[in-house]
């Protein structure tokens, strides 16, 4: 089983998503609560669609 998006609503009555692996970690987050479903589903989709060009930015070692 792949890993799948899951839209939910906080304790604020924002609306967020998570990315779950199929063991049930969230491993991935909307890192900002958003005011409608659609507004939601849209920051989803642009992490679809963008994140599999995304750089890998190391920067464990530049602060050492």
Do not use: C
Not at 20 to 25: L, P, S, T
């Amino acid at each position: 089983m792949a890993a799948t998006f899951e839209l939910f609503v906080d304790s604020q009555g924002e609306y967020r998503w998570r990315l779950k692996h199929a063991n049930g970690n969230i491993i991935a987050t909307s890192g900002e609560g958003y005011a409608s479903k659609q507004k939601a589903k849209q920051g989803l989709e642009s992490v679809k669609t963008n994140a599999p060009d995304a750089d890998v930015v190391d920067s464990v070692d530049a602060k050492r």
